[in-house]
């Protein structure tokens, strides 16, 4: 079995009560004005390792999983497949609905408040060099740390591509992870997608709601990964009588 269920509901429960705290700590996160550096840098590259660069250095290590813990190559080529599966499926799931939902991020009500757009809406009605520009006429009150992710990232907020990421890491390669035995390593992996979660919310490039709805996304394709391992071996078996 690649993928425990159980597991990967004690998994997907850690995530949603991280995220619980983190939506409940935001409602102090203010946007302008200087920030710490430590923490700057600390939120920074959390989001970075879990996003469009990052993620491939993340996604990686991860697939080093299965040839640490020693399987037989048949089972991790099914590992592996099944965890291209889900991200493939959570690129595509993340880039429809942020098409049809179009939910202005944080930091574009935060533009709005600054007297740089006429509303958050009106943001998105702007070309791309000019919503930089917008961005760049704040950077005396708002810290560089966020204006650098703020600039990078001028698209819609719901979901978070980061977090669904994230969470899809967790849960798929947590629940593996506990199957195992190796708890400590389990625990420090949800940790992480937690704190990837928080950190978008203190970047302000997402709402507490889009955390949420990426773990519901992430808990449903990890979900998925049991009929796909039995698709996988009864073509792997058929193959195998073929020939």
């Not at 449903?220 to 078996?237: K, M, N």
Request: aromatic share 16%; charged share 15%.
């Amino acid at each position: 079995m690649v993928f425990n269920k159980k597991y990967g509901w004690v998994c997907a429960v850690l995530l949603c009560i991280f995220y619980a705290f983190s939506a409940s700590v935001s409602t102090r996160f203010s946007y302008a004005g200087d920030v710490s550096e430590t923490l700057g840098m600390m939120f920074s590259l959390l989001s970075w390792s879990a996003g469009s660069k990052g993620f491939v250095f993340t996604t990686a290590l991860f697939c080093f999983i299965p040839f640490l813990l020693r399987w037989p190559l048949r089972r991790v080529l099914m590992c592996l497949s099944c965890f291209a599966f889900v991200l493939g499926a959570s690129f595509v799931t993340k880039t429809v609905l942020k098409s049809v939902t179009k939910e202005p991020r944080p930091y574009t009500y935060v533009l709005q408040d600054m007297g740089e757009v006429d509303s958050a809406a009106d943001f998105y009605s702007l070309s791309p060099d000019q919503r930089l520009s917008v961005i760049d006429n704040v950077k005396e009150n708002v810290s560089s740390w966020r204006l650098l992710h703020w600039g990078g990232e001028t698209n819609y907020s719901f979901p978070s591509g980061h977090t669904l990421f994230a969470a899809c890491a967790a849960i798929f390669w947590g629940a593996i992870l506990l199957s195992e035995g190796y708890r400590f390593f389990a625990v420090i992996l949800t940790l992480w997608a937690g704190l990837v979660g928080m950190s978008r919310l203190w970047l302000g490039m997402h709402w507490p709601v889009d955390l949420f709805g990426s773990l519901i996304f992430a808990t449903g394709l990890c979900f998925l990964i049991p009929l796909l391992a039995r698709v996988f071996s009864r073509q792997t078996r058929t193959q195998i009588s073929r020939g």
